[in-house]
């Protein structure tokens, strides 16, 4: 009785010739013709990688067809046509020898267990050994400050130049536009707003989205964090390992210390500066969500600022009627134990609290006296009693001694992620405020000097906060928003009386003075109301 055979054919990837399936399939039958088998079935795999054996839907259907005994023999060209996996290559040979079927490979016959094993480990080695060569030559090219893959937004490869690149000047404006925007304090998800709006394209996909801009630190993806644009290349961030249980090539993050470098000066779009401030920004935006402090752009010129003039809590929007927004004491509205019930209209209070901080800020003669006065009083105090200033500056040398000490742990790698950099900001943080403790014992016999141009730099930007606020989309200027909300530290809304609702505004010192930080700790000193409290709204 002729013995049954079935023909197995699979090539790797679609860089491959697709003719490679037919060619095997004939040299199989060529085999079978010279052993006098009988053929009863092709079953292939296109474009299947060796590695796994997830998706084979041919070797799938092969392995099915052997439990229902359709044939007596499987013929490959070669034993790495199943797979060159050593344990994926002994699952199969086991399945198919409790069918009693044999694994035949064109070239070398019958194959037995040895032959097997052999092949599986030889297959598994080839694998390695070809990943250490292509990373090897991608290394190279790397060093040399080509491209080693993958294409950034911006860039484009020369033609008959592999590895090649050159800037795309349409593209390179956005980025330029891009990284201006978030330096200037705007929001991710505002820009990728904005250039949907005007369509322009985006690096993939049909829209732009905030992600696209912020990426992920720690792989170091994302256009805001791709140092391509400062003229720095940067490739083996991750490895990619392939999950023997879908199948699928997942990435892992390397170390950053075997992560490679290369200088490309003449892909640099992004000056020093301008980088510096987006990654600065971009590490206090980190820090500010892994203590948890929000870093959302606020949805109002003073949003977070109102208070309560009754309990001290917060004031939250309690309604809307078309362009009219009432706001009310949060603390009164969730569990009644604040007696300010009142509803107050928040356009007719920020109207009134441009007006009077404009009105101020251009004619700023009384907060040059308030300066002075608290100079003196400051000056006062300190001659009542000077804080030790050896113990100051032991202080700050511990301060330094740990900031050090946690940036090399960081360096090193012992420190990491979002934990890590918190404990080496927290050090920092600490080394500043001792720094700023001690400066400030040696100042303070000199003045502070009120800075007279201050006061206009604030109501130029008020202004525009105003014009863009009032503007037809109702969007504020992030720049003016963030310098008016530095000057406001908060907004006391007291319960309405028979001439309207009393308002005091607070304020910060500091930024109308020059020749001294007033930050000790990281909190504010001398912060009171820069005007008396406003009536009649």
């Keep these: 009785m002729q013995r049954r055979a079935a023909i197995y054919a699979r090539y790797s990837t679609v ?17 079978l013709r010279r052993e006098g088998y009988g053929e009863v079935a092709i079953f292939e795999d296109r474009a299947m990688t060796s590695e796994t054996l997830i998706g084979r839907v041919g070797l799938a259907k092969l392995l ?4 229902n005994g359709s044939f007596d023999a499987v013929v490959v060209e070669c034993v790495d046509r199943i797979s060159r996996d050593a344990g994926d290559l002994h699952q199969v040979a086991k399945l198919l020898r409790f069918s009693e079927i044999d694994i035949i490979s064109a070239n070398e016959g019958v194959q037995n267990e040895i032959q097997i094993g052999v092949r599986g480990l030889m297959g598994t080695f080839f694998h390695k050994d070809l990943r250490e060569k292509i990373h090897r030559g991608m290394v190279g090219n790397i060093r040399e400050g080509l491209s080693a893959g993958g294409k950034a937004y911006d860039y484009s490869p020369i033609a008959g130049q592999p590895g090649e690149l050159q800037v795309e000047a349409h593209e390179a404006d956005v980025i330029r536009r891009i990284f201006g925007a978030y330096a200037d304090s705007a929001s991710p998800r505002q820009i990728a707003h904005d250039l949907n709006a005007e369509r322009i394209l985006p690096p993939r996909g049909a829209k732009w ?9 720690d792989r170091g993806y994302g256009i805001l964090r791709n140092s391509i644009y400062a003229g720095v290349l940067v490739w083996d961030r991750v490895r990619m390992v392939l999950d023997p249980v879908t199948g699928k090539r997942v990435s892992r993050v390397k170390p950053r210390e075997d992560w490679k470098y290369a200088t490309v000066p003449h892909l640099r779009i992004i000056d020093e500066d301008l980088w510096n401030t987006v990654q600065q920004r971009l ?9 948890g402090t929000s870093t959302r752009a606020p949805a109002r010129p003073f949003s977070g600022l109102l208070k309560c003039g009754c309990c001290g809590g917060g004031m939250a929007i309690h309604d809307r009627k078309g362009s009219a927004i009432r706001i009310a004491c ?3 509205r969730e569990s009644g134990s604040c007696d300010n019930s009142g509803r107050f209209r928040l356009d007719q209070i920020e109207d009134e609290i441009f007006s009077n901080l404009y009105e101020h800020l251009l004619n700023p003669a009384y907060l040059e006296e308030y300066v002075s006065a608290y100079d003196q009083e400051r000056k006062a105090l300190a001659a009542a009693g000077k804080p030790d200033q050896g113990k100051l500056q032991r202080a700050v040398v511990e301060a330094r001694n740990l900031f050090e000490r946690r940036l090399n742990l960081y ?3 012992v420190l ?3 934990e890590g950099e918190a404990k080496v900001r927290e050090a920092k943080n600490g080394l500043r405020a001792a720094e700023a403790e001690l400066a400030a014992l040696n100042n303070c016999d000199e003045d502070i000097i009120f800075d007279p141009a201050k006061p206009a730099r604030y109501a130029s930007a008020l202004s525009d906060l105003m014009e863009s606020f009032r503007a037809h989309d109702g969007k504020p200027d992030a720049k003016a928003r963030d310098a008016v909300r530095g000057l406001v530290s908060e907004i006391i809304v007291s319960p309405a009386e028979y001439d309207g609702v009393p308002i005091e505004i607070r304020g910060r010192l500091n930024a109308l003075i020059s020749g001294l930080d007033l930050q000790v700790g990281g909190a504010m000193v001398a912060e009171e109301g820069l005007e008396p409290p406003t009536r009649g709204l």
């Design 283 to 291: 590490s206090d935006q980190s820090y500010a969500r892994s203590a």
């Design 64 to 67: 099915e067809a052997a439990r």
């Design 411 to 413: 360096e090193c790698g």
């Design 15 to 31: 860089l491959q010739s697709d003719r490679s399936i037919e060619d095997q399939v004939e040299l199989c039958r060529s085999y």
């Design 416 to 418: 990491d992620g979002a």
């Design 330 to 332: 949060s603390t009164s």
């Design 209 to 217: 989205n905030a992600s696209t801009l912020i990426g992920s630190a």
